[in-house]
């Protein structure tokens, strides 16, 4: 069960627990001339601060760090986000004083290290995927794919090839790619999957014509298949003119079995926070290097490293699409996932896809009498996909069955994605986890399809040990209550919809 119950949690903000007259420190007198208050207009005296004891401030922030779900204090399988392990060693690197207190703006000269651990990065990147040319600085895997189409734009311009403005893209799709291609002035056109969960060729080559401008293509899908059909698709694209990208949200599968480069793709993105072990969720800290093959890599973005006579310096390729961001990218996820490479070496990433799959398909060959399979009698890669088809029938829908998992201490898996599959449950194992925490989800997913056959209630008031029980997700993104207020009553502007709790929404 979860480590926290309802009655055990002290849900007090600091606002509740404020009592006039209590510091939690005193400041010493100041060793600088005071400077003065910014001007009335912009001060906001209706704003209360809490008042309470050191005690009082350690208990409260203590909890909420108690409160935390990570990968480090239980079993995360959130498919197509690879939740995996970070080696503490990884973090020990990054912190270095030579790494962590530099600047990005000091001169070259004096960040040789910092630079050559950039260099080394890009070319290893480019080994373990088959694409050579290598920019570090997009901030996120959104960001990288958006730079890899206006490399693909920047080509076929330099080609006088204008009229190139569509964007093929599957419709399994992670939603970031048609956002992409549309910012990146691209037309989207669909294309639908097939019976199997894979492109649907036949429906592909009506698509492409002189316009296509690239076909974005995640390997494996997000319905955990790698696509038999790769080699003829990517010829298709290349027949005709285009280019091909790889969404590389899915790397963690292909690490040392293949490449993407050898599979035919021009354009890839890496999210180093996924693939290669460093801190995700939350928002961040990201970094979705761009890679590109030898003939795009004038295009990339600025700045990447160079070295020439011993010495490392960042340059802009000749015909650079510009720059992404203020510096070059997160150092110190580009530092983790270095780390993370030379730790394995090429035989380790050659394990990290063997166990990933292993581990995805020991889950599925488990459950799957428990759940349907979104495509059966299709083995897996790293990641496999049930639909909660069967439970929604007695009552209990898939968020049902996820909401259920926090009660046994596990983070639910991606819910209702991709969208191609009903009721989709999609749960990556990643390959650190062990035997031993597999057959504990297998066994919690077990007696969750059992409560859904018996009584699936339990299913839909889940969870029940937790701080907060279930909440109205879509009006807390619709109408959020973020101010703190003595009356706990929500302004009338942002007043909870009918049913739900704005105290539960602070």
Not at 486 to 499: L, N
Request: with cysteine; proline share 7%.
């Amino acid at each position: 069960m979860s480590q926290f119950t309802a009655r055990s949690v002290d849900r007090r903000l600091l606002m509740d627990r404020s009592v006039a007259g209590r510091r939690a420190m005193r400041l010493p007198q100041p060793d600088v001339p005071v400077a003065p208050l910014p001007g009335a207009s912009m001060l906001r005296k209706e704003l209360e601060l809490p008042e309470l004891s050191e005690l009082e401030l350690v208990r409260y922030f203590s909890l909420l760090s108690q409160l935390n779900f990570s990968i480090d204090t239980n079993f995360y399988p959130l498919g197509s986000c690879t939740m995996k392990y970070n080696p503490k060693l990884n973090d020990e690197m990054a912190s270095l004083p030579g790494l962590s207190d530099i600047h990005p703006l000091q001169d070259g000269a004096t960040v040789q290290g910092a630079l050559r651990i950039m260099f080394e990065l890009q070319e290893a990147l480019g080994e373990i995927t088959g694409l050579p040319g290598v920019c570090l600085s997009p901030l996120a895997g959104a960001q990288g794919e958006y730079a890899g189409l206006l490399v693909a734009r920047a080509y076929h311009r330099s080609r006088n090839d204008l009229k190139r403005t569509v964007a093929l893209i599957p419709d399994s799709a992670h939603g970031t790619n048609p956002a992409s291609a549309a910012m990146a002035g691209l037309e989207v056109v669909t294309v639908p999957s097939d019976k199997n969960g894979n492109i649907d060729v036949q429906a592909l080559r009506q698509h492409v014509d002189e316009r296509t401008a690239v076909f974005m293509l995640t390997l494996p899908s997000t319905v955990g298949l790698f696509d038999p059909s790769i080699l003829e698709i990517t010829k298709t694209i290349h027949d005709a003119g285009g280019l091909v990208y790889a969404d590389g949200a899915n790397l963690n599968a292909l690490l040392g079995l293949t490449r993407l480069g050898d599979l035919g793709f021009d354009i890839a993105h890496s999210n180093l926070h996924k693939t290669f072990s460093t801190p995700h969720g939350g928002g961040g800290p990201g970094a979705g290097p761009v890679l590109v093959s030898e003939a795009l890599r004038r295009f990339l973005p600025t700045p990447v490293v160079q070295r020439a006579d011993n010495q490392y310096r960042l340059a802009a390729p000749a015909d650079s699409v510009g720059r992404l961001n203020g510096f070059h990218g997160s150092f110190g996820i580009l530092v983790r996932a270095y780390t993370y490479i030379r730790t394995m070496g090429l035989e380790g990433m050659r394990q990290i896809s063997e166990n990933a799959i292993i581990n995805a398909n020991y889950i599925q060959v488990r459950l799957k009498s428990d759940y349907d399979l979104a495509f059966a009698g299709r083995y897996s890669m790293h990641e496999v996909v049930f639909s909660a088809r069967k439970q929604k029938a007695k009552g209990a829908s898939a968020l049902d069955v996820a909401k259920r998992l926090i009660d046994y201490g596990v983070h639910p898996p991606t819910m209702y994605f991709p969208l191609i599959v009903p009721e989709a449950l999609m749960v990556e194992p990643t390959e650190t986890e062990s035997k031993e925490t597999l057959d504990q989800f297998i066994a919690i997913m077990q007696k969750i399809a059992r409560e859904a056959e018996d009584t699936p209630e339990v299913l839909k008031s889940a969870p029940h040990d937790t701080p907060n029980s279930r909440l109205n997700e879509a009006a807390a993104a619709r109408t959020p209550y973020l101010r703190w207020r003595r009356d706990g009553v929500a302004p009338a502007q942002s007043s909870a919809p009918a049913g739900v709790d704005a105290g539960d929404r602070r």
